[in-house]
């Protein structure tokens, strides 16, 4: 059974992109796809942008949409086998994840990581627990260490107004006043490996994203030197991985500008916290395609779910 | 672009009233109108009325619907330009706004007044957010200062009920536990003037609304003689404009009763408080038609929606 | 009007099981049944099986679905008739129930038993008023005494898998952390006296149900004695009918394991504790049909909307 949990699972990477500008052109292209099918939307963390865009795309499919946030309208899942549950939990993933796939076709998670335990993060408790007992196909939302329906938008609005054969990105670390997971820029490190771009990738030391996602790439822990040609800009933040869920800076010089965006155009997965991960001169200035970027999740996750489908037919 | 956001937005009162007894006869009148088109409903404050009939609605005309807690599934918004987002809010209405226009081709929003700063809730942050920043065509489930569906719900109401060509129509405040804001008051005055009837507004002293809603009315202060001959009470708790959100009076005489009430029949928006706005006699004496005014909620939703789709298409 | 409250409401019970057993098969059948009709399900409680598996047969009969919580996205309800309403309750069951009703034509409720008050449990409060009230079909998505959907869900379960003609039918309670409500072991217990089965319910003394729904049925208490011969196993844990809403016990030994199971089949209305009410070796070894049971609840759910929609046509 095939799963859309990582930018791993994108098949053939040129074929999708051509697709979704084929989308963006027609949106209705696949209307008959999912005619019969019901997507089931699992939100165990707060979604604008994916709730959304996942749902549109789902009816321009044809499915059939059911939506739940697990938390406050359902109970607390245990995912450890052997357990004894007489505490907190009141459902376990063996059979939660199957009763739900009795009445949807397809299963979409959001699951966002705890930042307490790294091991626990990294093996993706929940997202993982669905794949293992769902039985059916498992689409991911974000999860606690990916996030490929975005890395995908990133891909289609990098692919949509790219200027030059091989742009170079940046994916530039900012400050947060919260400690954020690091499943955006995991999975669009490793998804710029897989398009022809040049990464650079630059932060304060510390920030180092785990080196499955990065390649191995080296990063450029002078700003101002990593901004340098850059065609694409890339601002995000992210909590430390090798200090596991920590806050190691919240220097305001890391903040992305007008002046230090130059002719470069700007990317942010959105929400973005103005005047403290990006400047207003740099989100107003007319080099911002993060509208687009978030317009493009639709795209993405209209590939992703035909993907889906197509595959496991 | 053409918005729904308060009363004057109501282009032909006469055809829109005409249109809406033509729906009620035959629902499924205009029902190819919405098809294709997604309408995003923003819920920032609980609904129960608003969120059925605007979706029901909706079904109606062919549109799909996806409707969002933004409180509890979402996160808080900031308003102000400039603001560094260090603190609680995590989205700006620049990039929200617009991004949940890439999803749908209108919104719909319900933000209640603060009731803590007069002129923030009079200048309509959230609302005029949206019709700001969106892009896209924006309907009022309630804001801060007006409800325009259910003023012409009541319009409907008054249309459908009347006995004679000028009637008479009082509105009555009554008392409540809460400080309750003055949409409904304000958008019922408003649209009073627009209908062929003779409006008489009551309240204690203290209670006066806007005079940009009510034309500079004066207010009756005694109830018994506003209510002398009237065809329609519409009951209605709100809070002070004058003194911004403040309960000046708890005073169980102004309490709506069959007595009172006599001939006249029996208006409100609801949920109605029953033995503290109105008494039960009142409710259950023959003369009310809060029932009919919520079924007329379906109409005037279904009658905003299909004027935004037209006049914008 | 019909209703569907109780599995008294279940008309004629082979006539059910029949067309249930042509709807596993061939789930489109009734397709065009509930065309142009709008289903609104309100939950006063936390739902994942009732939610979804209610949704899709509503869309399998071609129904609008509209879903609410009604604690979080609504207001709390008034069911006292007379009261002076100026404390917690914003709307009476007497406008609520019917304002719901102008925007759909059958509504679902959940409303869990409050385990305080046995005569205001019993008397079904929050159903009955919307039965009431709501002047249209009203569907029991589990109430304070009953949950006929899981009931028949269950009788599809044991006609499908049974191996004889007059099984032996156990209800077997188990301990639990917390007070849960009789509301499934009342309508299991019934419906098993409308079913061709020998029924034995067994639990500690003080967990009698209400006889109302056993048919005065006297219980074995010794556990061993009442699983000897058994073809099926329901596992249940309950609180107190007696003393009402009390844990009398959490005695472990009532745990269903593989080996007191047998060679009997398996079955719980989920969600369940692992190894507090159920052990693992029993969920996982190979004679549990509790995954069965919740994909019979579609089934469940498209029957009683199915009768509710013909016979109040």
Redesign the interface.
Do not use: I
């Given at each position: 059974m095939k799963h859309f949990c990582t930018t791993d699972d994108i098949t053939e990477l040129a074929d999708w992109l051509h697709l979704g500008n084929r989308l963006r052109a027609e949106p209705?292209l696949l209307a008959h796809l999912g005619r019969g099918k019901?997507l089931?939307l699992l939100?165990f963390n707060?979604?604008?942008?994916t709730?959304?865009?996942t749902?549109?795309a789902a009816?321009l499919l044809g499915m059939?949409v059911?939506v739940?946030?697990f938390g406050?309208?359902?109970?607390s899942l245990?995912y450890t086998?052997?357990?004894?549950?007489?505490?907190g939990?009141?459902?376990?993933i063996?059979?939660?994840a199957?009763?739900?796939a009795?009445?949807?076709d397809l299963i979409g998670i959001r699951a966002f990581a705890g930042l307490k335990d790294r091991e626990a993060d990294y093996a993706e408790m929940v997202l993982q627990g669905f794949v293992q007992h769902a039985g059916i196909p498992v689409l991911n939302m974000e999860s606690a260490t990916a996030h490929p329906l975005q890395a995908l938008a990133d891909a289609l609005t990098i692919e949509q107004f790219r200027e030059k054969d091989r742009p170079k990105v940046v994916l530039s670390w900012a400050p947060h006043?919260r400690a954020l997971p690091q499943a955006v820029p995991n999975s669009f490190a490793k998804m710029m490996q897989a398009l022809p771009v040049d990464l650079t990738i630059t932060h304060p030391e510390g920030y180092e994203l785990a080196p499955e996602f990065t390649g191995g790439l080296s990063p450029e822990y002078n700003q101002e030197k990593a901004l340098e040609g850059a065609d694409f800009v890339y601002v995000k933040n992210w909590s430390s991985y090798s200090d596991y869920g920590a806050i190691l800076s919240q220097d305001p010089a890391w903040m992305m500008t007008a002046k230090k965006l130059g002719e470069a155009q700007l990317m942010h997965c959105?929400?973005?916290?103005?005047?403290?991960v990006v400047a207003?001169d740099a989100?107003?200035g007319g080099r911002s395609l993060?509208?687009q970027q978030?317009?493009n999740?639709?795209l993405s996750a209209q590939l992703a779910l035909a993907h889906l489908i197509q595959s496991n037919s």
């Open positions: 209705d019901t089931c939100f707060n979604s604008l942008r709730r959304l865009s749902q549109k009816q059939e059911m739940m946030n406050s309208e359902g109970w245990e086998d052997g357990t004894v549950m007489d505490q939990t009141a459902e376990h063996r059979e939660a199957p009763v739900v009795q009445y949807a006043p959105l929400p973005v916290r103005r005047n403290v207003d989100l107003d993060v509208l978030a317009a999740r639709t």
